[in-house]
């Protein structure tokens, strides 16, 4: 399976530079099949377009790989997007959540 890792980000927030990297060592880890997409999100009609709310959010295979991205409603090209997994508060998607949403797609 191929698998499409889509990044977005704003300017405000450099966290999806560590988050392209360490999606490049998992998938070379697991010997995957990708490629990483980075989008730049500068406006707010761009946000509401990809349902962006803050940088960097992770999208695989054109889903959002938070949990929490289900509740979200307001979406806005400025700020970070903090992540809590596993009761952590993290500055971007964590290993261990990318991890999860790439074996519930089949990944080992």
Not at 9 to 30: G, M, P, R, V, Y
Not at 67 to 82: D, E, F, Q, V, W
């Amino acid at each position: 399976m191929n698998y499409t890792f889509t990044i977005l980000h704003n300017s405000e927030c450099n966290f999806w530079k560590n988050l392209k990297e360490d999606i490049e060592k998992l998938a070379q880890e697991k010997n995957l099949q990708y490629e990483v997409q980075e989008i730049f999100v500068g406006t707010d009609e761009e946000a509401r377009q990809w349902k962006f709310a803050g940088s960097p959010q992770l999208l695989i295979n054109g889903k959002d790989i938070d949990p929490a991205a289900l509740k979200i409603t307001n979406y806005h090209a400025s700020g970070c997007r903090p992540v809590f997994y596993k009761d952590t508060f993290y500055e971007y998607m964590p290993i261990g959540l990318i991890k999860d949403s790439l074996e519930r797609l089949g990944a080992k």
